[in-house]
C-alpha cells in the first residue's frame, strides 16, 4: 500500500486504516522508498519467518582435457558454504546423474574423471549455505555441455 501522497498532504502518520483485519500489516513509505513506519493493527504481535535461499553461480567453462575428463570451472561466491555439481549424458537429468559436492566456498574447478568417450554430458552447479545444520541451496544454473572426444 502506497500512501506517500496522503501522508504529504496532512503531515502526521495517519492512525490504523478501519478497513484493515485484525493482525494485519501496514508500511508506509514516501515518494522516496524510505520506510516511514511499520505498524500492526490493534498491536497484535506475531513471528513472521522468511527464509532467503543463498545466491548462485555460473559455470564459466566446461571442456575435455585428457582422456575421460572433464574440467568444470565456476564463478567464485564467497557467501556460500559450499557448492554441488551434477553432471549427465541427459539434458534433462532423469537417470545416471552423477554427483559431486564441494565443501569449500574458495574452490573454482572440479576434475571429473570416467566419463564415456563420445559422448556429450551436461552440467549444472548450485550453491549452497548451512545454517544450524540444515542446508539452504540457490537454484540451479543454466547447462553447459562437454564433449567427450579424447
Known sequence: MYVGKFLKKIKKFPKPFDDLEDGAIYI???????????????SMFKNITVTVN????????CTNIKKRKADIRWKKNSYVTGYEIQYCTSKT??????????????????TAAGLASKK??????RTYKT???KKYYSS??????VKITK
Not at 556429450?120 to 552447479?125: N, P
Not at 540451479?140 to 555441455?145: E, F, I, T, V
Request: hydrophobic fraction near 35%; charged fraction near 25%.
Open 28 to 42: 508506509v513509505i514516501d515518494k522516496q522508498g524510505v520506510l516511514l513506519n511499520l505498524n500492526l493493527v490493534n
Open 54 to 61: 543463498p545466491s548462485g553461480t555460473s559455470l564459466t567453462k
Open 93 to 110: 537429468f532423469k537417470r545416471g546423474v552423477k554427483k559431486k559436492v564441494i565443501t569449500k566456498s574458495s574452490t573454482t574447478k572440479y
Open 120 to 125: 556429450t554430458y551436461y552440467v549444472r552447479i
Open 131 to 133: 545454517v544450524s545444520g
Open 140 to 145: 540451479w544454473s543454466r547447462l553447459k555441455a
